[in-house]
Nanobody
Framework: QVQLVESGGGLVQPGGSLRLSCEAS????????MRWYRQAPGKEREWVGT????????PTAPSLKGRFTISRDNAKNTMFLQMNSLKPEDTAVYYCTLYMKAINYWGQGTQVTVSA
């Protein structure tokens, strides 16, 4: 069965960096685009960005460009989200997602808190 497991979240000071990981299993990872979403307290879930199966097309939410970078390692079935220059408004639960055969799969999420 499909499993998506995020990790790497935590508490970081404003201006700091974090690298999130999403380990995938149960499907042919290298065949599918993957996405990151986030949900801040009291807000709707927000799309962060998408990476194509080969990693050569990486649309990212315009407000996050230049600070957030998505990458993947198909040999390790893992996707990454590098977050730099973090701001308090980046505080959220971050999720990796897969859309496959008309089903959206979500991981359990990893909490990122940006605070002094």
């Amino acid at each position: 069965q499909v499993q998506l497991v995020e990790s790497g979240g935590g508490l970081v000071q404003p201006g700091g960096s974090l690298r999130l990981s999403c380990e995938a299993s149960g499907f042919a990872f290298s065949d599918y685009a993957m996405r990151w979403y986030r949900q801040a307290p009291g807000k709707e879930r927000e799309w962060v960005g998408t990476i194509s199966p080969t990693g050569d097309s990486i649309p990212t939410a315009p407000s996050l460009k230049g600070r957030f970078t998505i990458s993947r390692d198909n040999a390790k079935n893992t996707m990454f989200l590098q977050m730099n220059s973090l701001k308090p408004e980046d505080t959220a639960v971050y999720y990796c997602t897969l859309y496959m055969k008309a089903i959206n799969y979500w991981g359990q999420g990893t909490q990122v808190t940006v605070s002094a």
